[in-house]
């Protein structure tokens, strides 16, 4: 919880001291560290639940008009079944190591909608009970871990201003579908720190 606060905080700094442009510094190379922040709903073998995700990588552009960009990246969050009743109590964490292709289909000066597809590996690791239950035999605990992979995509707006060293996304849907019927959904927003020349 308390690098989940911190990452928060970084983020919410960086977004309030990112606005400053400089206008002799307006040249950017085509790499950025893409950061994000979402709220979704996680399912695998044995866990269900819902919680924040963060996401950090690094993103190329590439071509002349920048409108196809490489990602890999790593999301990290923590899941619980806030609202699920058709589940044990449990709380687990999951890591996702993925590379994301990024792919502008329409731009309008600095907004674009943005289409994404990409594959993953998750790590998903917690406990399920916690000794609830005792009416349906749900009385004890126990700690799990599963691995998974498959493929992702997403879409969104993204808004980057050319003098700007920060770039923004919106995307409302995320899904990732993988083996042994692991499903994640998702909300994200996020942050695009551009480096300078």
Known sequence: MKIQIKFL???????????????????????????????GI????????????YSIGWQKSLGKKHKIR?????????FRPFGITDTREQYYRITNLGFNLHYDLIRYR????????????NYSRGLLGTGGWPE???NSSEYFY????GGNASIG?????????????????????????YIMGYFMIGIDIKFKK
């Open 9 to 39: 905080l970084f983020s919410l700094i960086l977004l309030l001291l990112g606005e400053q442009v400089y206008p002799q510094e307006t040249g950017f190379r085509k790499t950025a560290i893409k950061t994000g922040l979402g709220f």
């Open 42 to 53: 996680n399912s695998g073998k044995r866990e269900t639940g819902n919680g924040l995700i």
């Open 70 to 78: 490489i990602n890999p990246n790593m999301m990290f969050g923590g």
């Open 110 to 121: 600095a907004i674009s909608l943005v289409a994404t597809a990409g594959v993953f590996i």
């Open 136 to 138: 349906l035999n749900h």
């Open 146 to 149: 599963s691995l998974y992979f």
């Open 157 to 181: 707006i993204r808004i980057d201003p050319k003098n700007s060293k920060l770039a923004y996304e919106i995307r409302p849907v995320n899904i990732h579908l993988g083996n042994a019927g």
